[in-house]
T-cell receptor
Framework: GDSVTQTEGQVALSEEDFLTIHCNYS??????LFWYVQYPGEGPQFLFR?????EKGSSRGFEATYDKGTTSFHLRKASVQESDSAVYYC?????????????FGSGTQLTVMP | DAGVTQTPRHEVAEKGQTIILKCEPV?????LFWYRQTKIQGLELLSY????????DGGAFKDRFKAEMLNSSFSTLKIQPTEPKDSAVYLC????????????FGPGTRLTVL
């Protein structure tokens, strides 16, 4: 079945560091790709999406580019802040037989130190 | 606009009890999702409704988990009977009708089964 792999379980950075969180997917069709962010005590929040090859999604300084060739959608930010500390989830969404659902990766805990 | 509301925020149950979790989606949203979140398994889809019709019933969760959409603005998730392995955060999410739509998550209900 379809799946999403996030290789980093935890990432620790200092403020103003460059962030990369890797996301690779496996899908039988042509999925849409998403990033969500979850702060403590809250549900995940939509960050952005991309639905076709080479499309870039972005929000709040974060960005990722849909790469069908490498089946990747890596999250990047040029300069992280302490307030970016949270869990980040990559997800793929696919429609099948009138149904629609997201499949989430395992999540990456980002900790940014002042 | 109110977001997704979930009650209760915390629930403690004895093994074998029946518990009912409640969710009110964003007004006007047609898709409603129930997820279970644990550190080991991450985010797992339990049930998915589109315009009150059950689209996905979560396969492995069918035997003791039952989600219902009583009307377009209220859903319940019943777990009967509860087991200690059901201890997790249960998240409800809603989205506008249509594929690729972002999902809006509630804050979740933390269930502890003793």
């Amino acid at each position: 079945g379809d799946s999403v792999t996030q290789t980093e379980g935890q990432v620790a950075l200092s403020e103003e560091d460059f962030l990369t969180i890797h996301c690779n997917y496996s899908a039988s069709g042509y999925p849409a790709l998403f990033w969500y962010v979850q702060y403590p005590g809250e549900g995940p929040q939509f960050l952005f999406r991309a639905s076709r090859d080479k499309e870039k999604g972005s929000s709040r300084g974060f960005e990722a580019t849909y790469d069908k060739g490498t089946t990747s959608f890596h999250l990047r930010k040029a300069s992280v802040q302490e307030s970016d500390s949270a869990v980040y989830y990559c997800a793929l969404g696919e429609a099948s037989s009138g149904s629609w659902q997201l499949i989430f990766g395992s999540g990456t805990q980002l900790t940014v130190m002042p | 606009d109110a977001g997704v509301t979930q009650t209760p925020r915390h629930e403690v149950a004895e093994k074998g009890q029946t518990i009912i979790l409640k969710c009110e989606p964003v007004s006007g949203h047609n898709d409603l999702f129930w997820y279970r979140q644990t550190k080991i398994q991450g985010l797992e889809l339990l049930s998915y409704f589109r315009s009150k019709s059950l689209m996905e019933d979560g396969g492995a969760f069918k035997d003791r988990f039952k989600a219902e959409m009583l009307n377009s603005s209220f859903s319940t998730l019943k777990i009967q009977p509860t087991e200690p392995k059901d201890s997790a955060v249960y998240l409800c999410a809603s989205s506008l009708l249509g594929n690729y739509a972002e999902q809006f998550f509630g804050p979740g209900t933390r269930l502890t089964v003793l």
